[in-house]
C-alpha cells in the first residue's frame, strides 16, 4: 500500500534589524529595555497619528528578496490587515496584501531540492501580551518592527526537508545582513501548513503557527503527520485549522477552526504612498549583496567537504568568506583550511561568532607550513587555534609557531645527533636489535621516543629515514 | 485681519474675542475655552512687540479650533464621549504652523462627533446654532468653527473637510471656507476620519484672511507621507481671464428653487466681473455620493479601530473580559451615526463583499476622477450650490440618515477627487438664509479660485 504524502508550505516571519521601526523612527532594538520603552504615539496609536516609511526597512526587504532570488516588484503597496488584540494598538496590522515588495523566487537546499518561494512581503510586528492572574500586561517595544513574511510555495515534502528550508532561510536572511537572525529571540518564526494524501488531489491542511526553532518545525510536522494519518485510517477526516505546537508535550492542539477564522477586511493602507522603485536603485542594492550560500556550495565542491563540515562553515558567513577567498588563491592548500574552521565550529561550544581568523593569506601561510612539513598537522592546528581563540592575530602565522615553539626540526644533522642519543638508551637496544634483523615494525617505537625528545617538532618522516640509514646501512 | 502692532494690542484682540465668546455663548459654538493660556500667550507676544522684537504674520490674532485637532492645550475631544478627557501629547502640524507665526487659539469648537454628520447635531456635548438663525442647524461637520466666524468671535477658525465639512457649514453662516487640495496642510494629528479624503483647511470672512492662514499652513510636513511641496503662494495671482462652467446637474431636481437663484446671480456677478460663464454637464458626478458613501464609511471603520479602551480615552465600566471591553467600550464611546458607518464601512470591506462594493466603488472613483480631468479641459472652474437646500431646522435630518447624506451630495465629488474646493457667500435666501456658491478647479489651483471670488465680491 502506497504511503501518505505530504505537501507542506511554510511562511516565515523575518525580524529586520533595522536601526528604527517600520513606521515610527523610534529604536528598532528593544533588548534589555523596559517595557513600552521603545514607544512613540505612533506605535501607540494615537489619534491623529500617521505612519511614515523607514526607507532601510524597504532596503532591507529588496537584499532579502535578492538572497532568495526573488523579483523585485518596482510598484508595491501596503493594505490594512483589521483584527481586535491588545497587542494591535491600530486595530489593524499595516502590511502588503494585494502587491507585496518581493515577487516569485527560489531557495536552494544543501540536499540538492528546492524550494519555489510564492512572494515575500513588508509589514509590522505587533506588540507582547504577558498574562497574569486575572489580569494582562501589553509591551508595545515590538509593536512596529519591521518584519518580512516569506510564504512558499507547496514545494515540501517531508519533515527534514522543512527543516532543511528554515535553516536555508535562516542563513539567506543572514548573509544578506537583513535580520540578527536569533531564533529564541523570535526573530525568525515559522508558520507551517501541512496536509496529506494518497493521491494527487491535496488534503485538507492544518496550519500550525508560531513555530521559533529548526527542531520544533521538524518534530511538529512528524507529529501532525502522524495524527492526520491516524485519522485519515480510523476513516476521519482532517478538519482545517491552526494548531499550536507545544515544545513540552511534543504535540499540537487546536487552536482556531476554518469557521472561527477572522475576516481581517483588508483595505488598501491610505496613509503610506505606494513604493516606487527604480531597476537601477534594486540593481545597485544588488551588486553590494554579498556572496550567498549557494554560490559558496559550488565553490567548495573542488575541496570534497563532506556535507555536515561543509553546512557548519556555512552556518557563519565570515568564515564561508575566508575558505572561498583561500580556495580562490589556492585550492589545493583551502581543505586544512576548511577542517580547521569545521573542528572548532563542531568541536566546541563556539557560540562566539566574532572569530579573529587573520587574512586569508595568513591563513593558507598556514596551511602551506603544514604541506611543507614545517609543522605538524597537530601543531598546525594548534597555531591556528593561538590565532582563533586568542585573537593573536598581530604576528604572522610563521612567527607565531616559531615562538609556541612548534616548528619542525628538519635539519639532517641535528636529528642525527637527537637519534644517537636516543638510539643509545638501555630500553631503545632490544628495538634497534630488531631492526638491525630486518624486523622493521620496531621502527615505530623508536621513531615514537624521538619525537618525544623533540618535543613534537621533529619531522617523523625525516626521522624514520635516517633510523633506517643508521641501523641498516 | 487685525494683526497685533505697536497700537493694537494682543491682549485686547484676544479679550475682545473671549467676551465676544462669552456673549454668544447660546450658540454652543465652543466646547472648551483657552482663556487663560490665550491671555497668557497674547502678554508675551505684546511684551515682544514692545521690545522691537520680530513677531509671527498672524501675531496676537485670535483663532478657534475645531476640536478634532490636536494640541496639548486643554483636552482634544473630537465632540466624542470616548476622547472626553484626552489631553493630547503633541501638537498638530497645522496647530504648529500657526502658533509659530503667533496665531492665539483662544477655544476649541463644537463638530459632529469624529466629524461624522453634516449638521453638528451628532456631537457628544450638543448642538451649534445656526449664526443666521438660531433655530437652525449649524452645518457640520466643522460646525462650531463656522458660527465662531459668523459670529464676528474670531477672524478665522480651523476646520477640517473629508466630504463637505468646512464648505457646507460655511454656506449655511454665509462666510469664506476652504477645502483645499488634498495634501496641502498636513493631517499629522488630527483625528483621522477618512484619510484619503480627510484635508485641513479653514473659515474667514474673506479671500485674503483665507489665503493668509493657508499660506501659513501649507507645505510638506514629513510627519505626513501624503502632504504635497508648498505650492502655495504668499500673494494671491492677479485676476485673469477665465472660463466659468456652471454645472447644471446640481441646478436642476432636488435643488432648492431659492439655492438655484442664489446661484444663478453668483453666475452673473460673475459675469459681470469680466468672467466667461457656460453651461456644463457631468453626469459622472451623480455617482460620487454612492462612491463616497462606501469609500468613507470603510475607512472610517478602519481608522475607529484604535478606540478599543485598552490605552487611552473611554474604558467601560462594564467590561469584565477582552470581548466586552471592546463591545461595551465601543458601545458607549461612539455616536449612533459613528456606529452605522462602522458597520457599514466593515460590511463594505469583508471579504464576499469588497470586490462587489469597495473595489468597485474605487473603480468608479477613478471614472469620477478622469471626468474633472475631462471637464477642467473645457473649463477653469467649475461652479455649482454647495448644498441642496440652505440650514434646516434641528431634528428635520436626525432621523432620516439618508436625507442627512444627500446634504453632501455637491460636496463629496471634489472630496473624492482630491481637488481644491471653495464655498463663497452667494446671497439669501427669501427667508433670510445664507446660501453659499462653491467654486472648484483641478488640484493646486487653490489659490486661482480665492482671487476670482475676491475679484467678483470687488466688482460687485
Known amino acids: 500500500m502506497n504511503d501518505y504524502k505530504m505537501t507542506i508550505g511554510i511562511e516565515c516571519h523575518v525580524q529586520l534589524n533595522t536601526k528604527t521601526k517600520l513606521f515610527s523612527g523610534v529604536d528598532n532594538d528593544a533588548t534589555d529595555k523596559e517595557p513600552n520603552s521603545c514607544v512613540s504615539p505612533v506605535d501607540y496609536a494615537l489619534p491623529g497619528m500617521l505612519p511614515v516609511l523607514n526607507k532601510a526597512a524597504v532596503d532591507k526587504a529588496i537584499q532579502a528578496g535578492l538572497a532568495m532570488n526573488c523579483k ?20 489593524y496590522q499595516i502590511s502588503q496584501l494585494y502587491q507585496p515588495i518581493i515577487g516569485a523566487g527560489v531557495v536552494y537546499l544543501p540536499d540538492g531540492s528546492s524550494v519555489k518561494i510564492e512572494h515575500a512581503h513588508l509589514e509590522e510586528d505587533a506588540g507582547k501580551l504577558s498574562h497574569f492572574d486575572g489580569y494582562s500586561l501589553v509591551d508595545l517595544n515590538r509593536a512596529g518592527t519591521p518584519l518580512i513574511e516569506i510564504v512558499s510555495m507547496p514545494d515540501i515534502h517531508s519533515a527534514a526537508q522543512a527543516r532543511l528550508y528554515c535553516e536555508e532561510l535562516h542563513r539567506l536572511m543572514i548573509y544578506a545582513g537583513v535580520t540578527n537572525g536569533d531564533l529564541y529571540q523570535g526573530n525568525m518564526r515559522f508558520d507551517v501548513n501541512i496536509s496529506i494524501s494518497k493521491t494527487d488531489k491535496l488534503g485538507t491542511r492544518a496550519e500550525i503557527k508560531n513555530l521559533n526553532s529548526f527542531r520544533s518545525v521538524e518534530r511538529a510536522i512528524e507529529y501532525e503527520y502522524a495524527r492526520q494519518k491516524a485519522l485519515l485510517e480510523k476513516g476521519e477526516s482532517v478538519k482545517q485549522e491552526t494548531r499550536g505546537w507545544s515544545d513540552a508535550t511534543g504535540k499540537t492542539s487546536p487552536q482556531r477552526s476554518k469557521e472561527e477564522a477572522q475576516d481581517y477586511r483588508y483595505m488598501p493602507e491610505p496613509d503610506v504612498p505606494p513604493i516606487v522603485l527604480e531597476q537601477s536603485y534594486v540593481d545597485e542594492i544588488a551588486k553590494q549583496l554579498p556572496m550567498m550560500p549557494e554560490s559558496y556550495r559550488s565553490i567548495f565542491g573542488v575541496l570534497s567537504l563532506d556535507n555536515n563540515e561543509r553546512e557548519a562553515i556555512l552556518n557563519h558567513p565570515i568564515l564561508a568568506q575566508r575558505l572561498a577567498e583561500a580556495c580562490d588563491k589556492n585550492s589545493a592548500l583551502a581543505p586544512r583550511i576548511a577542517h580547521w574552521f569545521s573542528g572548532i565550529l563542531l568541536a566546541e561550544e563556539n557560540a562566539d561568532k566574532n572569530f579573529a581568523l587573520g587574512t586569508a593569506d595568513e591563513l593558507l601561510e ?48 641535528a636529528l642525527g645527533a637527537m637519534i644517537d642519543e636516543v638510539l643509545a638508551l638501555p630500553e631503545c637496544a632490544k628495538a634497534s636489535e630488531d631492526i638491525r634483523n630486518g624486523e622493521m615494525k620496531a621502527i615505530g617505537f623508536l621513531v615514537g621516543q624521538v619525537m618525544k625528545r623533540s618535543q613534537g617538532k621533529a619531522n617523523p618522516a625525516t626521522v624514520n629515514e635516517l633510523i633506517k640509514q643508521k641501523l641498516t646501512q | 485681519m487685525k494683526i497685533a502692532d505697536q497700537k493694537t494690542k494682543a491682549v485686547d484682540l484676544v479679550r475682545e474675542a473671549l ?33 522691537g522684537e520680530k513677531v509671527g504674520r498672524l501675531a496676537g490674532v485670535p483663532y478657534a479650533l475645531k476640536d478634532n485637532y490636536l494640541s496639548p492645550e486643554g483636552v482634544t475631544t473630537a465632540a466624542a464621549k470616548m476622547l472626553d478627557n484626552f489631553p493630547a501629547p503633541i501638537t498638530a502640524t497645522a496647530v504648529k504652523r500657526l502658533e509659530d507665526e503667533g496665531a492665539i487659539m483662544i477655544g476649541r469648537t ?76 498636513s493631517r499629522y494629528g488630527v483625528v483621522a476620519m477618512a484619510s484619503s479624503t480627510d484635508t485641513m483647511g479653514c473659515f474667514a470672512q474673506n479671500a485674503d ?38 454645472i447644471t446637474d446640481f441646478m436642476g431636481d432636488g435643488v432648492d428653487p431659492e439655492v438655484v437663484r442664489c446661484v444663478n446671480e453668483y453666475a452673473e456677478k460673475m459675469k459681470k466681473a469680466g468672467y466667461t460663464v457656460e453651461e456644463i454637464s457631468i453626469p459622472m458626478l451623480k455617482y460620487g455620493l454612492a462612491i463616497y458613501y462606501i469609500v468613507q464609511p470603510a475607512e472610517v471603520a478602519s481608522n475607529l479601530s484604535r478606540y478599543d479602551g485598552v490605552r487611552y480615552g473611554l474604558r467601560s465600566a462594564k467590561a469584565h473580559d477582552l470581548d466586552s471591553l471592546y463591545q461595551e467600550t465601543r458601545n458607549e464611546g461612539f455616536m449612533p451615526e459613528n456606529q452605522r458607518r462602522i458597520l457599514i464601512g466593515n460590511f463594505v470591506l469583508s471579504s464576499g463583499y469588497f470586490d462587489a462594493y469597495y473595489l468597485k466603488a474605487q473603480k468608479a472613483r477613478t471614472l ?12 477653469d472652474v467649475l461652479l455649482c450650490p454647495v448644498a441642496p ?29 482630491g481637488i481644491p474646493s471653495i464655498s463663497v457667500p452667494a446671497g439669501k435666501t427669501k427667508d433670510n438664509l445664507p446660501v453659499g456658491a462653491q467654486l472648484c478647479a483641478w488640484r493646486g489651483n487653490d489659490q486661482m479660485l480665492l482671487s476670482i471670488a475676491k475679484h467678483v465680491e470687488e466688482k460687485d
Open chain 2, 110 to 185: 463644537n463638530l459632529d462627533a469624529y466629524a461624522q454628520g453634516s449638521s453638528t447635531e451628532n456631537s457628544f456635548f450638543g448642538p451649534t446654532k445656526n449664526a443666521a438663525d438660531p433655530t437652525r442647524v449649524a452645518g457640520g461637520s466643522s460646525g462650531g468653527s463656522a458660527v465662531a466666524v459668523a459670529l464676528g468671535i474670531v477672524e478665522f477658525a480651523l476646520g477640517s473637510d473629508t466630504g463637505g465639512s468646512i464648505r457646507q457649514p460655511a454656506s449655511f453662516n454665509g462666510i469664506y471656507g476652504i477645502k483645499p487640495t488634498y495634501g496641502t496642510v
Open chain 2, 19 to 51: 467676551e465676544k465668546a462669552k456673549q454668544y455663548e447660546d450658540y454652543h459654538c465652543f466646547i472648551s475655552m483657552n482663556e487663560a493660556r490665550a491671555i497668557e500667550k497674547a502678554r508675551e507676544i505684546d511684551e515682544r512687540i514692545a521690545k
Open chain 1, 366 to 413: 598556514l596551511s602551506e607550513m603544514v604541506e611543507n612539513k614545517e609543522l605538524s598537522s597537530t601543531a598546525g592546528k594548534e597555531v591556528f587555534l593561538e590565532m582563533y581563540d586568542k585573537k593573536n592575530t598581530s604576528k604572522r602565522p610563521h612567527a607565531l609557531a616559531k615562538e609556541m615553539n612548534l616548528l619542525q626540526e628538519n635539519d639532517v644533522d
Open chain 1, 72 to 91: 523585485i516588484n518596482l510598484i508595491s503597496r501596503f493594505d490594512r490587515k483589521h483584527y481586535y488584540y491588545p497587542d494591535l494598538p491600530k486595530g
Open chain 2, 389 to 417: 437646500a440652505p440650514a434646516f431646522k434641528f431634528g428635520e435630518k436626525t432621523d432620516d440618515p439618508l436625507a442627512m447624506y444627500m446634504e453632501d451630495v455637491m460636496s463629496v465629488p471634489q472630496s473624492l477627487a
Open chain 2, 368 to 379: 469620477l476622477i478622469r471626468a474633472y480631468k475631462e471637464a477642467f479641459e473645457k473649463v
Open chain 2, 209 to 246: 484672511d483665507i489665503n493668509l492662514v493657508m499660506d501659513v499652513m501649507a507645505g510638506k510636513d514629513d510627519k505626513d507621507s501624503t502632504t504635497l511641496e508648498k505650492f502655495w503662494k504668499d500673494q494671491l495671482p492677479a485676476a485673469k481671464e477665465k472660463k466659468i462652467g456652471l
